[in-house]
């Protein structure tokens, strides 16, 4: 897909056009007009200044106060958030996502891993190397969608791991195929052949491209993290995606996904029982209902996303989120694996959170079955054998604000998706119904459409997308909803000859292309043809009326 | 972080240009879109919590995708192809990335944007998720969805 990035990279915008903002630019907003070089020195965040000084990079120090996660780092930075950190160190069941040689940076006593934590690891890079990290690994994803797509299995060798090394030896020697498998010298073919065409040349990296297993160790389900080594003793290196962000843990010297039992509902229920002490001592109350992943998801983002940390309002039930978000938490695991769970409360007289009634966990499944279903794991604890009350009873959001009811519906845990529809009835703007239909069950973590309508339809009807259909077919279909046309010719290689290749209006997004019926619509018929010769500059069509 | 108008202009108008551009598949509304977020920008720059030049363009993408939305909400498109003509002499594209842009150009335009964002942009899909507030399982399988759709068009051409 290469092909894609090159068309891209052409379409700039002209000098002129560029210069012409400028000068706009600099009359409305005079004071950002001067050149900044001083200031750069002093603000010392924009990258690109602080690269071009020497490549100044800041190597992270391995923290000493033990489950700091990288978000509660920057909770520190911003300052005035309060974090209960301390009190759950000693308390983490799981190793969270590390690599082999991290074994010797914990104690033997301390089960507790950190994050970001890997000797070495450092966040910031120039932007070449980030993006070379980026190239890698979108072809090594590239690369493993093809063997997934062809059933193959990946042999990896000892290390478990494609190195550039491979790489290059894969362009030197030639690559034997053995029906079924992929060996580690064609895949390491196939992450060049997807990089290639990118301006950017990988091979003067030294980097790494680390699997994912499945819970088994058995087989590669994702890449883990694509590291680019900083020198050559390989001391310092970067990675991509962030390291620490994969939910992987690590065992035999292999990243696996994490295996979820009937035991992480437990844990979950132990750290949101902690998580109220830890409140309650100090004095903090609660009277929230339940907590699930969205709060969790939201105050992440929250402690950790500078652009969406706008759209964001803190409430509760994210600062009640703050004490379970510890390295090494189920929560943390939860979060990182995209799973969802809620914690429901006990209250006391007054109506504060005093205790965990119930916890349920829901863990989402990659694979299909052989019937193409995905099927959830759910896991509940104390009552483990009272699954069905995981059941949320969708309420009646009809004639709401779209937003509102998104909310409304989200707070019982369910995922939202909205959808605009026309309708004669409801007003523009507000909610019509909702699939599954108020009333009905469902369960947490389901997604459910809200509808939302646009108004009458009026004369208006939806336009079908007729494109590749044969002409004659397309003009029938058309006039049969009372639509009148026009038919002109285009060089189309796409279509092929005598089928239309273009429509005006065009037909594609439905709930979008209403059309008033009675209009003209102009087919544009494929001549077969897709070289537009060159003989047709600019000034003439390539509309070409034969 | 605060940068002057040609550090911003020259780092960044061209990725919003290519976004809007994806997004729409109009150079002069793009130009358009340009313009108008980096109004946007330097009107409220200050009071933006922006630390590092890889927030500062997800927060021009995403405010630039916004305004394509917009615009894109205001009236309706007449796309006629003999734009195709015009942007290959501006542009410098060979037949070649003219047939692939006429297959991007294919897809609904809910796709563009994603397939822009991940090819070009080389942005993770849950950065592109946070980038158009989209539920990340929406992104990866409209990626999916469209890289069916561009296999399939762009196979074609490698057999001509």
Redesign the interface.
């Known amino acids: ?14 000098e002129d ?2 210069a012409e ?2 000068a ?3 009359e ?2 005079p004071r ?5 070089e001083d ?2 020195e002093v ?1 010392g ?4 200044k602080v690269y071009e000084n020497g490549g100044r990079i800041m190597v992270r120090s391995k923290w000493r106060t033990g489950a700091v996660i990288a978000a509660a780092a920057v909770v520190a930075v911003m300052g005035g958030m309060k974090l209960a950190r301390d009190q759950y160190i000693e308390r983490s069941h799981m190793t969270p996502a590390s690599h082999e040689e991290d074994n010797s940076t914990t104690d033997s006593e301390d089960s507790v891993k950190e994050y970001s934590q890997k000797e070495g690891y450092i966040a910031d890079v120039d ?1 070449s190397t980030l ?1 070379a990290t ?2 890698i ?2 072809s090594a994803c590239e690369a493993l969608a093809d063997i997934k797509a062809l059933d193959y299995e990946l042999v990896l060798g000892e290390e478990k791991m494609i190195t550039s090394e491979m790489v290059k030896q894969s362009q030197e020697s030639e690559i034997t195929h053995e029906d079924g498998k992929c060996s580690v010298l064609e895949f390491a073919a196939t992450i060049s052949k997807y990089s290639e065409g990118c301006d950017l040349d990988i091979s003067q990296y030294d980097y790494a491209v680390d699997f994912m297993f499945d819970e088994n160790g058995k087989k590669v389900v994702q890449i883990n993290y694509v590291y680019i080594y900083l020198d050559a003793e390989h001391k310092t290196f970067y990675s991509y ?1 962030p390291y620490g962000s994969q939910g992987g843990i690590i065992e035999n010297g292999i990243a696996k996904q994490f295996k979820y039992d009937s035991s992480c509902a437990k844990k979950l229920y132990e750290e949101a029982e902690e998580a109220i002490k830890y409140y309650n001592e100090n004095g903090e109350r609660f009277a929230i209902d339940s907590l699930n992943m969205t709060a969790v998801e939201h105050e992440y ?1 929250y402690m950790t ?7 964001i309002e803190e409430n509760d039930k994210m600062r009640f989120a703050q004490a379970l978000m510890n390295e090494g938490s189920m929560t943390m695991q939860l979060r990182k694996d ?1 799973n969802n769970f809620v914690i429901k409360f006990t209250h006391d007289s007054k109506g504060n959170v005093n205790g965990v009634e119930k916890v349920y966990v829901q863990v989402f499944k990659d694979e299909a079955d052989e019937n193409g279903e995905h099927k959830n794991e759910r896991f509940v604890y104390p009552d483990e054998n009272k699954m069905n009350e995981m059941t949320v009873t969708i309420p009646d959001v009809a004639g709401k604000d779209p937003d509102e009811a998104s909310e409304e519906l989200v707070s019982l845990g369910l ?1 939202t ?1 909205l959808y605009e529809m026309f309708s004669d009835t409801v007003p523009k703007g507000t909610v019509i119904s909702t699939e599954p239909a108020a009333g009905a069950d469902s369960e947490f973590g389901r997604y459910v459409t809200i509808n939302i309508s646009q108004g009458p339809l009026g004369q208006k009807i939806i336009f079908p997308d007729v494109r590749g259909k044969n002409v004659n077919e397309a003009v029938s279909e058309l006039e049969s909803l009372g639509f009148s046309t026009t038919i002109e010719s ?1 060089n ?3 279509y092929p000859k005598g089928t239309v290749a ?1 429509t ?3 037909g ?2 439905e709930s979008e292309c209403a059309y008033e019926r009675g209009k003209n619509v102009t087919l ?1 018929v494929s001549t077969g043809k ?3 010769p060159k003989e ?3 000034g ?4 070409n009326v034969q | ?7 911003v ?3 960044y ?2 990725h919003i ?2 976004a809007a ?2 997004y729409l598949g109009d150079t002069h509304e793009a ?1 358009d879109v ?2 108008d977020v ?2 946007k920008y ?2 409220v ?1 200050e009071e ?8 500062l363009k ?2 021009l993408l ?1 405010t630039a995708i916004n305004r394509c939305k917009d615009i894109r909400k205001a009236f ?7 734009l ?3 942007h ?6 060979t ?10 150009n ?1 897809l ?3 796709y563009r944007a994603i ?2 964002l ?3 942009e ?1 942005y ?1 899909t849950e950065e592109i998720a ?1 980038i158009l ?1 989209l ?2 399982g ?1 992104v990866v399988s409209r990626l999916k969805r469209a ?1 069916d759709r ?1 296999r399939d ?2 196979s ?2 490698r057999e ?1």
Do not use: Q
């Open positions: 897909m290469s092909a894609i990035k090159n068309m891209y990279g052409k379409t700039k915008l002209s056009k560029k903002l400028k706009a630019l600099g409305r907003f950002y007009a001067d050149s900044m200031k750069t603000i965040m924009n990258d690109n932007k993006s980026k190239t690994y979108n995606p983002l996303d500078d652009h969406v940390r706008e759209d995209s995922h998706e285009i189309s290689g796409i273009d005006d209006p065009e594609e997004d544009y897709f070289v537009v047709e500059t600019e003439e069509k390539s509309v | 972080m605060t940068m002057c108008i040609e550090e202009v020259d780092n108008a061209d240009y290519r551009y994806a130009e340009v313009s980096l109004m330097f009107s720059c933006l919590d922006i630390d590092t030049a890889e927030h997800a927060w995403r309706r498109w007449k796309r006629t192809s003999a195709e003509d015009v290959k002499t501006e542009f410098g594209w037949e070649a990335e003219l047939d692939v842009k006429r297959a991007v294919k609904p335009e809910k397939v822009y991940y090819y070009y080389e993770k946070r507030s539920p990340k929406t890289r561009l068009v762009l074609d051409y001509e």
